[in-house]
């Protein structure tokens, strides 16, 4: 009797084992990849260092930020080709953004993706961002989900700055300087990205211009420009690049003769 329980025992097991291996292997859902290239709308070349964010229905690749290599080109790898991006934002430092809503997956089975970005002229730009005087300093970025802040110290030491809303920091009555625009991702959606400070008859000194990158938490690298205005001078334009979140960058001094 013992014996004849070890066999059924064994061929039990035989048969347990025999049907686990014949279960049908779940397939590994394939990836895909596409590729995304970002190229100057009137010279065709390709463009570096563009940020793209995508947010996406495939949960293989949900939320995303890709920058663009020398080649202006980025990848990523998707498992449901019937997915859709829902929303793409496209960034540069002196290019207009580009945003794209709703581009199919399934796109990328044929052919890559192709942004043309146009460069922006910041000078002009920067002009219709706040009022203007003898002396304009306009702070521009592109990223709507970032916060920057200008700030600027005057020859007499005070600096003219948002520094928590505090109405006082932004406008001194002794020389008239004003910050006029303090851009704020909650706030001024919709508008052109930007702020900017402002003399009408500004001391003679010099003067310092910083950006301080506000956030929000987890912000990364930034790219941002700061034009300044002098009356009877040509514009001069800083291409500045910020680390993340509470980095600081200043622009060389500015002279008021």
Known sequence: MKVLSTILFAIFAALIIALILLQPKKETPEEMEAKIVVVDEDTDDPIEGVKIKIKTTDDSCAELTLTTDENGECTFSYEDSEATITILKATKSGYERVEIEDYELSKFEDDDLVIPMKEKDVEE?????????????????????????????????????????????????????????????????????????????PPRGTYKASVVCYGPEGTGAVDCTIVVYQENQEPKSYSLALSGQNDTQAIPDIVVE
């Not at 920091?169 to 990205?193: C, F, H, K, Y």
């Open 125 to 201: 730009t920067g002009r219709n961002i706040g009022g203007s005087g003898a002396l304009k300093i306009t702070l521009m970025w592109d990223d709507p989900s970032v916060d920057l802040d200008l700030h600027v110290v005057e020859p007499n030491g005070f600096e003219i700055s948002y520094l928590g809303g505090r109405e006082g920091q932004m406008r001194d009555s002794r020389t008239g300087g004003e910050l006029d625009v303090d851009w704020q991702p909650a706030n001024n959606q919709g508008q052109e990205i930007g702020e900017n400070a402002v003399w009408a008859r």
